[in-house]
């Protein structure tokens, strides 16, 4: 991501699935911030939509992205 920004080019992860999470986290709010605030991706392609702007919503008023 950090190759990517330094481009100038925007990051976007597909597809992320609150339904089949990988094994590497144990929640959606996990996978969420991994990908959002630890490894600063752009956006996401993703069949939950509501939910992922709640969180990004809810990170975004209670920190600094």
Same mark, same amino acid.
Not at 48 to 61: G, R, Y
């Given at each position: 991501?950090?190759?990517?920004?330094?481009? *100038?080019? !925007?990051?976007?992860? &597909? /597809? %992320?699935?609150? +339904?089949?999470?990988?094994?590497?986290? !144990?929640?959606? =709010? =996990?996978?969420? /911030?991994? &990908?959002? !605030?630890?490894? !600063?991706? +752009?956006?996401?392609? #993703? +069949?939950? /939509? +509501? =939910?992922?702007?709640? &969180? %990004? /919503?809810?990170?975004?008023? *209670?920190? #600094?992205?």
């Amino acid at each position: 991501v950090r190759w990517a920004h330094n481009a *100038n080019l !925007k990051v976007h992860v &597909f /597809t %992320l699935r609150k +339904d089949q999470l990988p094994s590497y986290v !144990k929640s959606w =709010e =996990e996978l969420l /911030t991994l &990908f959002y !605030k630890t490894l !600063k991706v +752009d956006g996401a392609f #993703t +069949d939950f /939509t +509501d =939910e992922a702007k709640q &969180f %990004l /919503t809810k990170v975004s008023s *209670n920190s #600094t992205f």
